[in-house]
């Protein structure tokens, strides 16, 4: 969500905040959503008997400590996945309030990354190297599949992510996406070739570059991530044969099978990494997530083996568009000098079409 640099003063931040998601085009389901979370955080911070405080405290005066005091409420009363939803709408309310002055900082920025720490920490999830991913890969020819496994192995993005993709968010230096399909990349990846544009907006349920989405997108905020030859290749590859489509926005993956030509959705992506993965033994049908390589799984991947690479924590964290807006800030500024070159030179070769690392 942009915002100008207008400073302001609200007497009610969260009905400011309100009503900034409602000029922001947010329906009135994700608006009342947002209300709840946030008015009961409030109640919480307000309450000397639940807070850390032993006093009321206004959201701006609210710490670190009281958001993770809050979070931890919330642990046994609804599931871990709505834990993180909850948490991800207060860290775009500070993120959001702190952009346009209201607050001095956004304490939920170590909250979220903490949180995003714990869920990678799994010392139970299967390991699986890279030559053994770059022999699951050899067995993929479908040039949809493969795309869609290469391009989750490759930039670590979430399924809903992938499935919001649309062609003005990829730049190839090949130009044979402007030339076959007349779409021009979008402005934000001017002066970035080789890179793909994955913003924060598409939200499920709601209209997005004139369509309506079936997943949001869970990033806090935009990130441009490198495409590197390999990636390049095999989308190139698939926009090939990749069927027309009627959708307006000109999704980058759509289906090749009953809903032909359709935005591809969550789903569909899980269907086929689950298919190619119980050919190889990785998937049995009533194992956990430490048994089972699914989609997410690929995100575990792309963090594990390109942390251990760069040694760089913060690019990697950058890149699954997990970090808070400084950092972010950095990052984007030295995007050339920085990232890209730091991510061309230690990603993993998963083709076997270079040298192995």
Same mark, same amino acid.
Request: charged share 25%.
């Given at each position: 969500?942009?915002?100008?640099?207008?400073?302001?003063?609200?007497?009610?931040?969260?009905?400011?905040?309100?009503?900034?998601?409602?000029?922001?085009?947010?329906?009135?389901?994700?608006?009342?959503?947002?209300?709840?979370?946030?008015? %009961?955080? $409030?109640?919480?911070?307000?309450?000397?008997?639940?807070?850390?405080? #032993?006093?009321?405290?206004?959201?701006?005066?609210?710490?670190?400590?009281?958001?993770?005091?809050?979070?931890?409420?919330?642990?046994?009363?609804?599931?871990? =996945?709505?834990?993180?939803?909850?948490?991800?709408?207060l860290h775009r309310f500070y993120a959001y309030m702190t952009q346009v002055g209201a607050f001095d900082a956004n304490p939920m920025t170590l909250v979220a990354e903490e949180m995003d720490e714990t869920v990678e920490k799994d010392p139970q999830r299967r390991e699986i190297s890279v030559p053994e991913m770059r022999a699951?890969?050899? %067995?993929?020819?479908?040039?949809?599949?493969?795309?869609?496994?290469?391009?989750?192995?490759?930039?670590?993005?979430?399924?809903?992510?992938?499935?919001?993709?649309?062609?003005?968010?990829?730049?190839? =230096?090949?130009?044979?996406?402007?030339? $076959?399909?007349?779409?021009?990349?979008?402005?934000?990846? =001017? #002066?970035?070739?080789?890179?793909i544009y994955v913003p924060t907006e598409p939200t499920v349920g709601e209209s997005y570059n004139g369509e309506v989405r079936s997943a949001s997108n869970k990033r806090m905020r935009e990130t441009i991530i490198p495409v590197d030859a390999e990636l390049g290749k095999v989308l190139l590859r698939w926009l090939a044969v990749r069927p027309d489509t009627r959708s307006e926005a000109q999704p980058l993956f759509v289906s090749t099978s009953e809903d032909w030509g359709t935005r591809l959705n969550p789903a569909a992506v899980r269907h086929i990494v689950e298919q190619h993965a119980r050919e190889r033994g990785w998937y049995h049908t009533g194992g956990g997530s430490a048994e089972n390589v699914t989609p997410h799984y690929f995100r575990h991947f792309f963090?594990?083996?390109?942390?251990?690479?760069?040694?760089?924590r913060g690019i990697v964290k950058y890149l699954r568009g997990d970090v808070a807006s400084d950092i972010?800030?950095?990052?984007?500024?030295?995007?050339?000098?920085?990232?890209?070159?730091?991510?061309?030179?230690?990603?993993?070769?998963?083709?076997g079409e270079t040298a192995p690392r």
């Open positions: 969500m942009s915002v100008d640099s207008t400073e302001a003063d609200p007497d009610d931040p969260i009905a400011y905040f309100l009503e900034d998601l409602t000029f922001h085009g947010k329906t009135e389901r994700t608006r009342d959503a947002y209300e709840r979370v946030l008015r %009961d955080f $409030e109640a919480f911070l307000a309450d000397s008997d639940r807070n850390p405080r #032993g006093r009321g405290v206004d959201p701006g005066e609210a710490t670190y400590r009281d958001c993770m005091a809050y979070v931890y409420t919330l642990r046994g009363s609804v599931s871990e =996945s709505t834990v993180a939803t909850y948490a991800a709408y699951f890969l050899a %067995d993929i020819d479908h040039p949809l599949h493969r795309a869609v496994v290469v391009t989750l192995l490759k930039t670590g993005m979430r399924v809903g992510e992938l499935c919001n993709l649309d062609l003005r968010d990829l730049w190839l =230096s090949n130009t044979q996406v402007v030339e $076959e399909y007349g779409v021009s990349p979008r402005a934000q990846l =001017s #002066g970035h070739p080789d890179s963090t594990t083996h390109l942390r251990d690479r760069t040694g760089d972010i800030d950095t990052y984007t500024h030295n995007w050339g000098d920085q990232v890209r070159d730091t991510y061309v030179t230690h990603v993993y070769s998963l083709l």
